[in-house]
Each structure stands twice: as structure tokens, then as C-alpha cells.
């Protein structure tokens, strides 16, 4: 069975960094692209940011594309977002997503996801 674990979240001050990690266990990282997503309190559930199982291929979305880098590390069959410069409007439960795709192609926002992690929470403070 496919187990996705986010780790990393916590609470920061505005103009802080995170970085999440994404740890993937019974399949390894390699086999997916790989996303990011996250839901603030109230509301829908965002796409972040994605890349391909290549890693060549990123998306992000536009508010966050500044200040965040996705990447992995398929060594250790982890990926990570990393974030900059935070912003209260950056406060939400952070996922991480899987799907099966070709190497050089990245997860899209609206895609079907094949595993999702539980989240983990950021708290930005202003």
C-alpha cells in the first residue's frame, strides 16, 4: 500500500521559510509526478505547486510561484516544497499528491491523483 507523509509544517512568523517534506513509502517516489496542495480554513482546496517524475517539469501556481521551489529526491523517496517569505495568507493545511504519469510530464491541478498524504498544518503569524 501506497503511504504519503507531510512533515515540516509548524508555525512561522510572516517573512519566514518552511520547507515540507513529502516522504513515500510502498512504491517508490519515481514512479509519480508529484504535487502540492493546500486548503485554508473556509475554503476549497488549492493546487501549489507540481512536478514531473523527470523533475524537469514544474507548475506552480501563480500567488506562490515567487517564493516557492518544489523538488524531490527519489534516493530517498521524498519530495519537498519549500517556501519563502510567508505570508498570513499562506496559513493552511499543506498535501501532497501522486499520479502516475510519463516522466516529462507534471501533475496538472485538476488531475486525478492516485495517493494523497493527510496534511500538515502551517500557521503563518503576522
Known amino acids: 500500500q501506497v503511504r504519503l507523509v507531510e512533515s515540516g509544517g509548524g508555525l512561522v512568523e510572516a517573512g519566514g521559510s518552511l520547507r515540507l517534506a513529502c516522504a513515500v513509502s510502498g512504491r517508490p517516489l519515481s514512479a509519480y509526478g508529484l504535487a502540492w496542495f493546500r486548503q485554508a480554513p473556509g475554503k476549497e482546496r488549492e493546487f501549489v505547486a507540481s512536478?514531473?517524475?523527470?523533475?524537469?517539469?514544474?507548475h506552480y501556481e501563480d500567488a506562490v510561484k515567487a517564493r516557492c521551489t518544489i523538488s524531490r529526491n527519489d534516493a530517498k523517496s521524498t519530495g519537498y516544497l519549500q517556501m519563502s517569505s510567508l505570508k498570513p495568507d499562506d496559513t493552511a493545511v499543506y498535501f501532497c499528491?501522486?499520479?502516475?504519469?510519463?516522466?516529462?510530464?507534471?501533475?496538472?491541478?485538476?488531475?486525478?491523483?492516485?495517493?494523497w498524504g493527510q496534511g500538515v498544518q502551517v500557521t503563518v503569524s503576522a
Open positions: 499528491a501522486v499520479q502516475t504519469l510519463p516522466a516529462d510530464t507534471a501533475p496538472a491541478p485538476a488531475g486525478v491523483y492516485d495517493y
Open positions: 512536478t514531473s517524475r523527470s523533475g524537469s517539469i514544474t
